[in-house]
């Protein structure tokens, strides 16, 4: 007698009548969990198109079967952008990280449980071997504009016609197939001729479509891996400062990072809270973000020279701007801006109207 093996896998059902769930499914159940925003990308062109070929993130790196990369975003509340100092916004960022990587674990489950091997990955992971390791496996803003989200600024964030760079973003790979959707090809960043971003960088680390990391990470993650490593460096250089640097500022906000994450989160609000881009910023942020004070002259020509090289750039076809090279361009907006900002806020401010008018009535 052939004793019976149990193949299943506890907590798994694969039904073999029903039909395998498609974008249009996965995509309202993102929302009924909790996304903001939700895309899909195809994991054959994420493979053959890497934000830099020479530190590739890609899936296939990560696992061979997937097919499919399910890209959610959430929103970051505005309030913590009306607020005058950094911590707010860090914390903040904390909440909103947790929650999405609840609501993509709750739906590579469902999709597990399907039939379908599925998995979330880390959005704020960084991998030692690439690029001094300032990369990680993926890029998430370059999987969000794959998947149809949105744009990269000048800044190089990922802007969404919704909430701006508002956002943060998660990949979930799964092997099962889903529809694509289609890039935005139209710019949404306004570009140089904005350049908001760029006039109120606490760090002068705007460049053209591009951002020098050291000099973001110098205010946006003050008490970061770089501060840790003087720490040690001024105890083991200098033997018997141990009182005077567990003393100083830089070891409590390290301590302070490690409890709460304030201070090491990688978050400047500045460019964030400025960018025009979104409805979000339409209803809070508008009005108290009118007057940069970071602004100077010297940005002011610099972003005016930004704007001279993107036209002679343009008239030349020339390769002089790394950032919109052949290569960078798909993910900056290949169209370039087409008033994509203006006709939102038209929109945004006709409803704002049209919600005055019907107030009354319900009163």
């Given at each position: ?296 002259p010297a940005k002011v020509a610099l972003a005016k020279q930004y704007k001279e090289d993107r036209a002679t750039h343009e008239r030349d076809h020339g390769d002089k701007l790394p950032g919109l090279s052949a290569w960078n361009r798909r993910w900056v907006g290949v169209e370039g801006y087409q008033g994509i900002v203006a006709r939102q806020m038209q929109a945004f401010k006709k409803l704002q109207k049209q919600r005055a008018e019907t107030e009354p009535e319900k009163r």
């Amino acid at each position: 007698m052939t004793a019976s093996v149990n193949t299943s896998v506890p907590g798994m059902r694969t039904p073999r009548s029903a039909s395998p769930p498609d974008a249009a499914w996965v995509k309202r159940r993102a929302k009924e969990l909790g996304a903001d925003l939700v895309g899909i990308a195809s994991a054959a062109t994420l493979n053959a198109f890497p934000p830099d070929p020479r530190w590739p993130q890609t899936p296939e790196r990560i696992s061979r079967y997937c097919n499919s990369v399910i890209v959610i975003a959430q929103r970051i509340p505005t309030g913590a952008f009306r607020c005058k100092t950094n911590t707010p916004v860090q914390y903040l960022d904390m909440l909103v990280m947790r929650r999405m990587d609840k609501v993509a674990y709750r739906l590579s489950e469902e999709l597990e449980r399907a039939g379908h091997p599925t998995l979330v990955t880390a959005a704020q992971e960084t991998e030692w071997t690439y690029k001094r390791a300032s990369y990680g496996l993926l890029s998430t803003r370059h999987l969000g504009v794959e998947a149809g989200l949105g744009t990269l600024g000048l800044e190089v964030n990922i802007l969404t016609p919704e909430f701006g760079p508002r956002v943060y973003l998660t990949g979930i790979l799964t092997e099962l197939e889903l529809e694509p959707d289609e890039r935005i090809t139209e710019q949404v960043c306004i570009g140089e001729s904005c350049s908001r971003c760029l006039h109120s960088c606490p760090a002068d680390a705007v460049l053209h479509w591009g951002i020098d990391k050291r000099g973001c990470a110098s205010v946006a993650q003050e008490f970061g891996f770089a501060t840790m490593l003087g720490i040690f460096e001024r105890l083991f250089a200098r033997p018997g400062t141990a009182p005077e640097v567990f003393r100083s500022r830089d070891f409590f906000g390290f301590w302070q990072g490690l409890l709460r994450v304030v201070g090491s989160f990688g978050d400047c609000p500045r460019c964030l809270a400025v960018c025009p881009v979104g409805n979000d910023y339409h209803a809070h942020l508008a009005d108290m973000q009118k007057v940069i004070p970071e602004k100077t002259p010297a940005k002011v020509a610099l972003a005016k020279q930004y704007k001279e090289d993107r036209a002679t750039h343009e008239r030349d076809h020339g390769d002089k701007l790394p950032g919109l090279s052949a290569w960078n361009r798909r993910w900056v907006g290949v169209e370039g801006y087409q008033g994509i900002v203006a006709r939102q806020m038209q929109a945004f401010k006709k409803l704002q109207k049209q919600r005055a008018e019907t107030e009354p009535e319900k009163r």
